[in-house]
Each structure stands twice: as C-alpha cells, then as structure tokens.
C-alpha cells in the first residue's frame, strides 16, 4: 500500500465532511484538494476562515500519521497557528500542501501552504501535533 492509498484508506469524518481529497503523499509533502462550497463560505461567498484551519488540521494530521514511529499510537494536535493571507471565492479549489518543520519522537510540527488553483496564497498554518 502506498502512502496515499493509507491516508485514502483512514477513516477522517470531518475530512470526508468538508469534502477533501487527497491527491499526493510521501514523507516530506501531503497534497489536498478542497471544493469551497457554499456551507463553507461566509456572507461574501468567500471560504470561512474556520473551514481553512479545518482544512489545514486534516492535511497536518493525514502528513503526522504517515510518519509516525513504529510503537505509536496515533496523534492529535497540540496547536495551531494560521496567518490568513487572501480569500478564496465560492465555486474554486483550494489546494493543501502539507511539509515537515520537525518530526521528534513526542511532536510532529507541519507547515501547510492553502492556495487557489492559480497558485494564490490563501493562508499559512503551522500546527504542532503530539505523538501519542
């Protein structure tokens, strides 16, 4: 099984819930794809900032998953910080693009880059997820 057919295969509710996808995964990089429906916009038909940090947390955790330890048990997230750079309008895609900060034996810190299809910035998150 390859590592994108693992995350593939999690069972992520809120993930499958937001309607992402995800299209590439190795060690050092995880790719997700994201639909900005309407139920995840505010007024102005732009994405919720609360559906980009959902978006992000997915895409960090499917990333820490895949390079956990042997004797892991799982992982959740410790913290997360977003910088909110742009918006993203109702109808597009938003692209999740997940690599390493640090992978210790007690934490895992990601860094994920949300963008448009045409390469606009959206958001940069940095979250810190425990090994469990």
């Known amino acids: ?28 990089r995880v790719v997700a794809r994201m639909l900005v429906r309407p139920d995840l916009c505010t007024l102005n038909h732009t994405i919720h900032g609360g559906a980009i940090m959902a978006f992000a947390d997915s ?8 390079n956990l330890p042997e004797d892991a048990k799982g ?9 909110f750079v742009g918006g993203a309008k ?14 210790g034996r007690r934490t895992q810190v990601w860094q994920t880059r949300l963008e448009t299809e045409d390469g606009k910035l959206v958001a940069l998150i940095t979250q810190t997820q425990m090994v469990l």
């Open 75 to 83: 992982t959740t997230t410790l913290e997360s910080k977003t910088n």
């Open 59 to 66: 895409v960090g955790a499917a990333a820490t998953v895949i």
């Open 1 to 28: 099984m390859t590592l994108l057919e693992k995350i593939q295969s999690m069972k992520m509710p809120f993930a499958e819930l937001k309607g992402v996808t995800f299209t590439e995964a190795d060690k050092d």
């Open 90 to 103: 109702e109808g597009t895609t938003v692209i999740a693009t997940a690599t390493p900060v640090h992978r």
